[in-house]
């Protein structure tokens, strides 16, 4: 006979503890909802800050072109929060291999150098890229 540490008897054995699953999911998937939650709050667009110029005549584009270029106001080329030459744009843009359907949009400050939009537009079209469109905003009614 198996010796005995606890003072139950031998017909208490249906008595054992358990562990409640249902409860440990429900806080499962409260802090897979809080984690969700806090990590789109905690997203952020790393963007130049551009003060665009008016389009009457422009058309809303429903579709986010894959490659977004932003020139600043003193002619600072970026690229995804990352300053770039026209010469790293064509090297990044052959680099990604386009094909007919790839697009560029690029956003330029109204106070940005003409100069600097068309060295950007001659590097999307020197790597191959035909589909290229510039953000404009809406004037105000």
Not at 63 to 72: E, G, L, N
Request: net charge negative; proline share 8%.
């Amino acid at each position: 006979m198996p010796v005995q540490l606890s003072g139950r008897s031998s017909d208490d054995e249906g008595d054992e503890a358990r562990i409640e699953v249902v409860p440990l999911i429900d806080i499962m998937f409260f802090l897979l909802a809080a984690f969700m939650l806090v990590s789109l709050s905690m997203t952020q667009l790393h963007r130049v800050p551009l003060a665009l110029p008016d389009a009457a005549t422009g058309v809303p584009d429903t579709k986010t072109p894959p490659y977004q270029i932003a020139i600043d106001a003193n002619g600072v080329i970026t690229w995804d929060a990352e300053i770039v030459t026209p010469g790293e744009i064509t090297a990044r843009l052959t680099a990604a291999k386009p094909d007919e359907e790839t697009r560029v949009l690029i956003s330029a400050d109204e106070e940005s150098r003409h100069k600097q939009v068309l060295a950007v537009l001659d590097a999307c079209r020197s790597a191959g890229v035909e589909k290229v469109s510039f953000e404009s905003r809406n004037p105000e009614p």
